[in-house]
């Protein structure tokens, strides 16, 4: 249906032009439609079997892949990002949503417990308790801006909300609402093919914030994910939190994700990390979330070869389209801010803009004493900006990482002859960040198992989660104890036939049969 509300047209950030069609944007009642739909839906579409529901989950991943072309080029066209990326994230997207498939089908996600009754136990018997979880109930999403594909209307917080048995209501970025009516459009003939109610999936558009505020505040919606501002993941997990029934807010909001540099490694290949460091900060005009915006060296030799081959780097890297014209202007003034800072010396530039919505990479360098006396040192400047801290001691980087909020990484580029020197580091690592990587750049979530893609906040708003990889799930479930329940009343997963083979914990032991 056709939005009655705000229209919104895209705008093309590489040139500036608005794009057709224009999209209708959410009225109130468009909401309440959606959500209510979802909550219509919710029973019939969490009692699907593991194998409805991975089929359904591969058949969105069908009909995102059979779009081809025509939404690699839209997305394209409303991003500014690369053809090439864009395929890439297309494959992505559909690859975890397969993912899910699988793990849908493990049933370990389940985490179906029984501990049978003990009629004879003294002084007290134990009465029959089974346990499953269930999921939460309807989702809303709010697609990301920088990840158009994997992290929009069918990135993971639909496909892991979809996995867990919650029907969703995707708010579409509205830097993107022709590549989010392609997907969407792809999710909702899944829907109907699968046979499963309409109100499974919803997408609304919408230029302001009142139909995202309006969808986090509909009574229907019990859990929300987010991937954008850290100003608006705050504002969403306030208004959840003044609802009469305050819900979770998985937010991932900000990340300056430092990376070190340790000593033996800065002597030996100072040149080499330092243009390996160049390339992830500039990937993607450095829109992503895992941008190295911290560099802790410690030590002086082998420094100078990282920050010449970084600037030289820097220097040979072509202007890059952001996002949105906000996106650019807010880069832009991220950067003239630290250019202005007395204590910063600009290290180098990318190469000068050529068009509209255009970013330069920006490379800075300051003393530790002054980098810990400033805190705004450490705000993100969401594109490829980074500062090169210098730490004369292994104690100075430990301050330094004391002091900076929470992280989705924290990077060791190291050799062996620094391990002693990164063990103390380690117990702040963990306790700062969500990921903490060596000998790699932080650029390049893997879509897996073992995967966090979270951290403390203002990484995210709860550390105890991803929004990338299997676990994600569990932000949409909840347990249910099941006791003296007649078997013929119990859920099938729980039943003694154990019908789909789930695996289950009983008495204590794992069985998978
Ligand atoms: N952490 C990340 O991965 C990440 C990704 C993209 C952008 N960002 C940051 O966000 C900035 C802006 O980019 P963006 O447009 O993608 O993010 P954004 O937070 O402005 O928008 C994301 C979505 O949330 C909605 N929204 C934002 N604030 C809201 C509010 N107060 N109430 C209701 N809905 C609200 C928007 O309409 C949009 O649909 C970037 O400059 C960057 O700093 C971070
Ligand atoms: O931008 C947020 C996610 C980053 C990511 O997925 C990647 O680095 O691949």
Sequence with gaps: MAGEGQAIKAVNPATGDTMEPSFGGAVPADVEKACALAAEAFDRYRETSLEQRAAFLE???????????????RAHAESGLPVARLQGERGRTAGQLRLFAKTVRDGHWLDARIDPALPDREPLPRPDLRLRNIAVGPVAIFGASNFPLAFSVA?????????????????????HPGTSELVGSAIA????????????????????????????????????????????????MKAAASRPEPIPVFAEMSSINPVLLLPEALKARGAEIGKGFAGS???????????PGLVLALGEEGLDAFVSAAKEALGESAPATMLTPAIHTAYDEGVAKLE????????????????PHQSRAALFAVDHEAFMND????????????????????????????RVEGQLTITLQMDEGDTETARPLLPIMERRAGRILANAFPTGVEVSHAMVHGGPFPATSDSRTTSVGT???????????YQSISESLLP??????????????????????
């Design 375 to 402: 805190d705004a040192l450490q705000a993100e400047v969401f594109g490829s900006s980074s500062i090169i801290v210098r730490c004369r001691t292994a104690e100075d980087a430990a301050q330094v990482l004391e």
């Design 340 to 355: 202005a800072h007395s204590a910063l010396e600009l290290i180098g530039r990318g190469g000068e803009s050529t068009g």
């Design 59 to 73: 058949k969105i991943a069908d009909n995102i892949e059979a779009l081809a072309e025509p939404l690699t080029e």
């Design 281 to 291: 900060l500039t990937m993607g005009a450095g829109q992503f979330c895992t941008n």
């Design 189 to 236: 003939k899944a829907v109907e093919d699968a046979g499963l109610p309409e109100g499974v999936f919803s997408m609304l558009h919408g230029a302001d914030h009142a139909t995202g505020t309006a969808l986090v505040t509909n009574p229907h919606i019990k859990a929300v994910g987010f991937t954008g501002s850290r100003g608006g993941g705050l504002a969403l």
């Design 492 to 513: 099938e997963v729980l039943r003694d036939a154990n019908a789909e083979g789930v695996p289950r914990l009983v008495d204590g032991d794992m069985k998978i049969n």
């Design 155 to 175: 990135g993971g917080d639909t496909a892991s909300a979809l996995a867990a048995g919650c029907p969703v209501v995707v708010k579409a970025h509205p830097a």
């Design 471 to 481: 676990l994600a799930i569990r932000r949409f479930l909840r347990p249910v104890c």
